[in-house]
């Protein structure tokens, strides 16, 4: 059965830890206190329910304890961060565990913003040290990043990479901490000629989230965009990207279009407001509609799963 512990008992906490219960994992969420993170349970339940209704029937406990005071470490498979994005904070956690967890014991920190070998810096076993980063919510979307630092033991990493498969996510390995890792690269590079277009006037918002989703993003459910040009056929593509590459944007910060909102505190559904306005009745139900749409597409994925 196995023990997953969980730092940070936030919402990526909550749903990183809600995906090993699911599956029948062992599973210690740990707070600043112990109460604090108890209060994370109701939460817990209810994402590992959305994904499998029947889990309790599998037998699997979920505990609390305190980041500093734990120490039931005997059958644990993985320790993974995710606390407040401060490396400050993440060092000092790390420095910690270092000493406290047994060294087979692989670490992950679900950073997206702090390579591991920053965190890990040259600590003493940074060589079981990785970061597994997810992507919101963390209890439906599959995919984890498990992303090797300057020290870290591909073989470890390997064994992480089987253990998420077990609990039904899709890991990818990348191999150097690299900016934004690997899907945060490929997003980046898709917002920048977006908000590009919006912000030379070519585009709306709402026309090009249209665009990408009946287009491109349609068939990115079926297969991914290397499959994709495979099928196609690559003569298309490169015969296209002399014509589109010289004209693509290729600013180095996001433009006034994007900063301008966040500046006057427009940061979307949120705060009410991004690129259009949202009321509180709007933004539940397409909140409501994102995470449905999502199981969904998970279900279909799962109907004819990839042969890896």
Same mark, same amino acid.
């Given at each position: ?158 064994? &992480? ?50 665009? &990408? ?44 279009? &994007? ?40 279900? &279909? ?8």
């Amino acid at each position: 059965m196995g023990q997953v512990v969980v730092l940070g008992t936030g919402t990526m906490g909550i749903g990183i830890a809600a995906g090993f219960l699911a599956y029948g994992t062992n599973t210690v969420i740990l707070g600043r206190t112990q109460e604090k993170a108890e209060k994370c349970f109701e939460a817990i339940n209810a994402c590992a329910t959305s994904i499998d209704p029947q889990w309790e029937k599998l037998g699997a406990s979920l505990q609390a304890g305190s980041i500093s005071e734990w120490g039931n470490w005997e059958g644990t498979d993985l320790v993974i961060e995710t606390i407040s994005e401060r490396l400050d904070l993440k060092k000092e956690i790390f420095t910690d565990l270092d000493q406290r967890v047994p060294p087979h014991i692989p670490i992950g920190s679900n950073s997206s913003g702090f390579p591991i070998s920053d965190i890990a810096g040259d600590l003493k076993t940074a060589h079981r040290m990785l970061n597994t980063h997810y992507f919101m919510p963390a209890h439906i979307v599959p995919l984890v990043e498990i992303v090797l630092g300057k020290h870290s033991d591909p073989e470890i990493a390997n064994q &992480v990479c089987d253990l998420y498969r077990a609990h039904g996510k899709k890991p990818v390995l990348v191999k150097k901490d690299i900016p934004g890792f690997l899907a945060n690269r490929i997003q980046h590079a898709l917002m920048r000629e977006a908000l590009s277009l919006v912000e030379e006037g070519i585009a709306t918002p709402g026309d090009i989230d249209t665009a &990408v989703r009946y287009s491109f993003g349609f068939r990115y459910a079926a297969v991914g965009p290397m499959t994709q040009k495979e099928i196609s056929g690559w003569e298309g593509m490169t015969l296209a990207a002399e014509l589109i590459y010289p004209s693509l944007s290729n600013i180095t910060k996001p433009p006034p279009c &994007v900063t301008d909102l966040v500046k006057n505190g427009k940061t979307g559904i949120n705060k009410g407001e991004g690129f259009r306005s949202w009321s509180a009745e709007e933004a539940a139900v397409v909140k409501k509609n994102y995470e449905e749409r999502l199981k969904a597409a998970f279900a &279909v994925l799962k109907i004819a799963p990839d042969q890896d």
